[in-house]
């Protein structure tokens, strides 16, 4: 906020001044906000399905590139979203509620297994091999 008000060459107490006294630049405020958290929400979910690069460093020296999965992540956003998802699914197929638990539970878990062998392969390519000296 500060740098759009730096930029509209407004001072930052101006703004919330407006804030707190024009309805309307208030709800052009809450519009703009909602908005920022729906790209941060889009960005979150690229990076829980697709991941994000990590680079391996080896004595200052990049060595190796991964892509690294938040699980954690991942599962946040879905059970955020995991009420919405089966309402919708209910009255857009005639389900029931606990079938569409279900279905979400088994997406989960294959999302999970799928993830963990992502990282485990990551993680073994990014291991270096054995020198002769090793043995």
């Known amino acids: ?31 703009a906000l909602a908005a920022g958290y729906e790209l941060l929400e889009m960005e979150l979910l690229d990076r829980a399905r697709n991941g994000a690069e990590k680079h391996i460093f080896e004595n200052g020296e990049k060595v190796a590139t991964v892509r ?8 946040k956003l879905l059970l955020a979203h995991k009420q919405m998802v089966a309402l919708t699914r209910v009255e857009e197929d005639n389900i029931s509620p606990a079938q569409v638990g279900a279905e ?10 799928k993830l963990l062998r992502r990282r485990a392969l990551a993680e073994a390519r990014a291991k270096p091999a054995p020198s002769a000296n090793d043995e």
């Open 104 to 113: 979400l539970d088994r997406k989960l878990g294959d999302m999970r297994t």
């Open 68 to 75: 690294e999965y938040n699980d954690g992540l991942a599962v």
């Open 1 to 31: 906020m500060a740098a759009s008000a730096k930029a509209a060459n407004i001072s930052v107490s101006t703004v919330y001044l407006w804030r707190s006294r024009d309805p309307e630049f208030y709800d052009y405020w809450m519009r």
